[in-house]
């Protein structure tokens, strides 16, 4: 059975790359072929090809289908700032209808295993009036949310959790991903997210110095 996944963040830096590229590596492990795209993404830098941005680039390293970066990455901005800002700012209007078709030549590769990855966290504009979340409610994909556990987490993780459902979509499951490393009463912030969220968790990520896509891996429980 072929898989497809949107996978957001509690907000910017939360790991939604780290944790998708571990996801691609689980089922690549899994004999399944895979790919992920990132539709829009901010603070990308100039190269000899053109504007590339290091999590696209990540994404592709780690899918067994290649495809061109202007699929995998459609919108790439310089400016790290939010995607309706980016894109004011080079003149250029991104749209959900846009972005849906663009989505949806990635998903016609037919990978047993999809990922597409927003940019910061579920709300974030686009334009005056659409947020990328409408192209998770366009696409009707259940939804992986990646929790960045730090001070604050346990109310940023279950707004974010009601968002998703109050816009009819699956939170197929979250995963806790620890990005302060003295972050204090860790266990117990944890234990809270277990008992709250309404979604399985898929795996308690800790802090890593060099957090690949095979160590990251080992700790998800659920994929």
Known sequence: MKKA????????????????TALLYAAQ???????AIKPVASGCEMTEQGLRNSDALKLMAHSSIKRPYAEV????????IAP?????????ALTISDLY??????????????LIEG?????????????????????????????????????HALLTAQAIIADDL????WVANVVDPNGLRLNENLASLKTRMPAPCLGQVPYL???????????????
């Open 5 to 20: 996944f949107f996978i957001t963040g509690t907000d910017t830096d939360a790991g939604k790359t780290t944790v998708a």
């Open 29 to 35: 492990e899994q004999q399944l072929s895979t790919l």
């Open 73 to 80: 990455n459609p919108y790439a901005f310089a400016p790290a």
């Open 84 to 92: 309706h800002l980016a894109a004011q700012e080079v003149g250029i």
């Open 101 to 114: 078709q663009k989505a949806q030549v990635i998903l016609q590769q037919q990978a047993d295993f999809t």
């Open 119 to 155: 940019a910061g966290g579920w709300r974030v504009p686009i334009s005056n009036s659409e947020y990328l979340s409408d192209l998770a409610i366009a696409l009707q994909l259940p939804v992986i949310l990646v929790v960045g556990v730090k001070l604050g987490c346990i109310n």
């Open 170 to 173: 699956k939170l197929a499951g």
């Open 209 to 223: 110095a060099q957090a690949s896509a095979k160590a990251v891996a080992s700790y998800l429980t659920h994929c």
